[in-house]
C-alpha cells in the first residue's frame, strides 16, 4: 500500500474489494461494477479474455 498510499488518499485509487484474494501467481480477476454486468462490451471482454486464457493452458 506505500507505493499507492497518495492515490489512495486523493480517492484516484480505491481498492476494490476488502476481502482478501488467494495469492496465486497463476490466477488473474476480471472485476466489474455490478451496474455494468450486463454490458455487452465487458462480456466480449471476458469472453475474449476467457478464450486467450484457455489457448494459453493448450500450449
Known amino acids: 500500500p506505500f507505493l499507492i498510499q497518495r492515490e489512495l488518499e486523493e480517492g484516484s485509487l480505491v481498492i476494490a474489494m476488502d476481502a482478501?484474494?488467494?495469492?496465486?501467481?497463476?490466477?488473474?480477476y476480471l472485476m466489474v461494477p455490478e451496474r455494468k454486468a450486463e454490458s455487452a462490451a465487458l462480456k466480449a471482454f471476458r469472453d475474449?479474455?476467457?478464450?486467450?486464457?484457455?489457448?494459453?493452458?493448450?500450449?
Open 48 to 59: 475474449w479474455l476467457q478464450g486467450e486464457a484457455r489457448a494459453y493452458r493448450a500450449e
Open 20 to 28: 482478501a484474494v488467494p495469492d496465486n501467481d497463476r490466477a488473474y
